[in-house]
């Protein structure tokens, strides 16, 4: 059934030596390779047929006509060419199918971009995606498992299959009337979210809300079931003295507060703590000490619209997918958003990124302020980026169902080891427009294909510039927004989509770790270590 297993690790190839006389269980011991000095590995299984049928992420079968991925929330199940399923005995790691090499089996740990955490270097914060710090550490061996009559399937949400809806709010905008406001209505429509604050009141804008200043009306936000986290500690930045002491004395005003959020470039937030002053070691004794253990990486999957909207779809996040949700905008602003996306999402380069923002710049100065010396600049990074923009052009039918690098494996959650102790980190979908992202066809999609989403949402932001905000006016709510809402507040109270707090979603999910699957002689599956994880069979 097996024609080979090898081990991959720091470009080297290892094969490995199994007992050919299993007949349900092939267990593969990872002991013979030094965990402790990966960061990475692949698990090379090659089949003596084809594998024809694969569990996908929404629970269905499949056939391997496109490339297959599996990750840690999703079902490791498939099927041979003769009928037999094959099934992983642990959730961990990525399970990889390429449509060119159907017999091969890539069982896959912290690959590149699967897992990754954003680091801000130099003086001008230049952005780089890191693979995030590992300690490979499982209940069990990975273990290949070959039931006779029928595999089992693993539910992400509490409702059993069906799909996820998870709010994580920045505070940016928030004051202390749009903050009552916002309150009232997701108690109206039934919908809980995560939601940040800044602890200490120091901002360029002075009715921003802030613990300090604010804490009777954040309280009820507590009391209304929603979780508070941390967006940082303030909105705009204190000497280095001052922000420094701040982050290492302060006192957290409630008990539960586990999440962190990085707000700009506060100097002590986690994507920086590669060039501040604080050690890994003291960085994570404070994060310890103050009771945080979830960050985000400061990565967006990409940007939800018309029919992007489930973090573990990669093939929404396409340059097909994003155009086929914009298709209703004008032409200029199709285009304007259509060239973003190509340089943010899909090259997703720090040296594009910054020419960008500086032709965006230039040409503001240009135009509003009359300063001419800097046409040059601009025409200079302007045509390096049409180089590149016309590149995809040429190319278009070749790469625009290519998922973006940072969307490819879906990251969702993963542990993160900042000096000694693992954190759990999270990915985001970047949510502006609630019209779009929560229409009752993105809705429906999600339903449909038990998706999730974790938002990274601005639901107090102001400017008119944003289609499809929250707030139409400063004191009320979008009308068409609020629909959206109350039918998101409708499907949830029918439990067809389950929206926990970020902190109740990581804890639900933690199931997947410890859950481990055995098989009895006769081929009987059965579960050996168990968890709180809803499951079904299939065949």
């Known amino acids: 059934m097996i024609k080979s297993i090898s081990i991959n690790s720091n470009s080297i190839k290892q094969s490995y030596v199994f007992d050919t006389d299993q007949k349900h269980k092939w267990s593969i011991d990872i002991t013979k390779i030094k965990l402790s000095e990966l960061n990475s ?4 299984i090659v ?55 159907k017999n091969v089996l890539l069982w896959r740990f912290n690959p590149e971009f699967a897992e990754s955490i954003t680091t801000y270097l130099g003086s001008d914060n230049r952005k780089k995606a890191e693979s995030s ?47 009552s406001i916002q309150r009232k209505f997701f108690k109206e429509t039934q919908i809980k979210i995560t939601k940040g604050f800044f602890l200490n009141h120091f901002s360029k804008r002075s009715d921003n809300a802030s613990f300090e200043n604010d804490k009777e009306e954040l309280l009820k936000w ?21 922000r ?45 000490g103050k009771n945080i253990n979830i960050l985000w990486n ?16 990669n093939q929404q996040f396409t340059l097909a997918g994003f155009k086929k949700g914009n298709k209703d905008l004008g032409l200029v602003k199709k285009t304007q958003l259509m060239i973003k996306n190509i340089i943010f999402h899909y090259y997703n380069d720090e040296n594009m990124i910054l020419k960008y923002q500086s032709t965006a710049g230039n040409f503001k100065k240009i135009v509003f302020q009359k300063k001419i010396k800097f046409f040059l600049p601009l025409l200079k990074n302007a045509f390096d980026l049409g180089i590149a923009i016309f590149s995809i052009v040429l190319s278009w039918n070749r790469v625009k169902n290519k998922p973006y690098k940072l969307a490819k494996y879906s990251p969702l959650v993963f542990k993160h080891i900042i000096h000694e102790k693992e954190f759990y980190v999270f990915q985001t979908l970047e949510m502006l427009d609630f019209q779009e992202s929560l229409s009752r066809f993105n809705l429906d999609s999600l339903v449909n294909e038990k998706g999730v989403f974790i938002a990274h949402t601005y639901f107090s932001v102001p400017m008119h510039y944003h289609k499809g905000k929250l707030f139409s006016t400063s004191d009320k709510i979008d009308e068409n927004v609020f629909e959206n809402f109350k039918l998101l507040g409708a499907k949830v109270q029918n439990k067809e989509i389950w ?37 079904k069979k299939i065949n």
């Open 41 to 44: 590995f692949d698990i090379e």
């Open 133 to 179: 710090k590992k300690r490979f550490h499982f209940p069990e061996n990975p273990t290949l498992l070959f039931p006779e009559n029928y595999a089992l399937e693993f539910s992400r949400s509490k409702y059993p299959f069906t799909a996820v809806a998870c709010f994580t709010d920045h505070c940016d905008f928030d004051t202390v009337e749009n903050l």
């Open 298 to 313: 400061y990565i967006d999957s990409g940007t939800s619209a018309e029919g992007v909207v489930n973090q573990l779809n």
């Open 244 to 288: 420094f002491n701040d982050f290492e004395q302060f006192v957290p005003p409630l008990t539960d507060l586990k999440v962190w959020i990085d707000h700009g470039y506060q100097p002590y937030n986690f994507s920086l703590l590669k060039k501040n002053n604080l050690t890994n070691e003291k960085f994570e004794k404070i994060l310890e």
């Open 499 to 535: 929206n926990p707090t970020l902190s109740e979603l990581v804890e639900y999910w933690k199931g997947f770790e410890t859950m481990v699957l055995n098989i009895d002689k006769n081929g009987n599956l059965f579960t050996e270590i168990n968890s709180d994880l809803h499951s």
């Open 222 to 242: 507590k009391n209304d079931g929603h979780e508070l986290c941390y967006h940082s500690l303030s909105q705009s930045i204190k000497s280095e003295i001052e």
């Open 47 to 101: 089949f003596e047929q084809s594998i024809s049928e694969f569990r996908n992420h929404d629970y269905t079968w499949v056939k391997c006509n496109e490339d297959r991925i599996s990750n840690q929330f999703c079902p490791k199940v498939i099927k041979l060419q003769n009928g037999q399923l094959v099934q992983a005995n642990i959730h961990a790691g990525i399970w990889e199918i390429n449509k060119k090499n």
